[in-house]
């Protein structure tokens, strides 16, 4: 949920005024802004993903140019007790190539045995349903005019690494019409124990003719 052109995931001013409805309209708004997310031909996200406690947090940052409905390119570089791996993946329809680069170590392209799925950031079940959902009012994120929305989710708990007791905002561009970020907090069950989790996640380059996505070059047997 990039502002406009790539706006940076920790910046951005934020001046709204008091909101409106809560629930009712503002969910059927909310769904409405998904839906239209769902039809872009092609789009780039930037991702912060923390977990655990802040003596022992773990990070994942993610770039991905994505073409829905099954094409996108994902660098994670993801740091766990001090220690970095990255990883880029490429998914073209039912084919998914990896790369993985870790401890000085970095490996060529290799042909995935199975597809690696891309998900889809738009579907509501991902967060379990909306509840509480709250037009905040007219806000500005990084200069960009937006409506703000707050939310609640509880998802499903009988699935290890399921988010649960989740709240988040989302800010949706006045000219667009399309989300520019959304930041949620929640709770993650992690072999029986909850650990608490925050994702801000930035979208941008809507619609944007430039974005390909094509194998790699040179593949390692």
Request: glycine share 10%; proline share 5%.
């Amino acid at each position: 949920m990039t502002p406009g052109a790539d706006a940076t995931m920790t910046s951005g001013t934020s001046g709204g005024t008091s909101g409106g409805t809560s629930s009712g309209p503002a969910l059927d708004e909310f769904t409405a802004v998904f839906d239209k997310m769902k039809s872009l031909t092609s789009y780039h996200e930037s991702a912060v993903i923390t977990s655990g406690a802040a003596d022992a947090e773990n990070t994942v940052n993610l770039e991905a140019d994505v073409i829905p409905p099954d094409s996108s390119y994902i660098t994670v570089t993801t740091t766990m007790s001090g220690t970095a791996t990255s990883s880029e993946v490429i998914t073209i329809g039912q084919d998914s190539w990896n790369k993985i680069a870790a401890a000085g170590i970095s490996a060529g392209w290799v042909k995935s045995p199975t597809t690696i799925p891309m998900g889809d950031v738009f579907e509501l079940s991902n967060l379990g349903g909306f509840q509480n959902v709250t037009n905040a009012g007219d806000d500005t994120l990084d200069g960009v005019a937006v409506t703000r929305y707050t939310f609640d989710s509880t998802a499903s708990a009988d699935q290890a690494g399921a988010a649960s007791n989740s709240t988040g905002e989302a800010w949706v561009a006045k000219d667009s019409g399309y989300i520019v970020r959304m930041h949620v907090t929640s709770t993650v069950d992690v072999s029986g124990q909850s650990v608490p989790s925050e994702v801000t996640v930035n979208f941008s380059r809507f619609n944007d003719p430039s974005i390909k996505i094509e194998p790699p070059t040179t593949i390692t047997p």
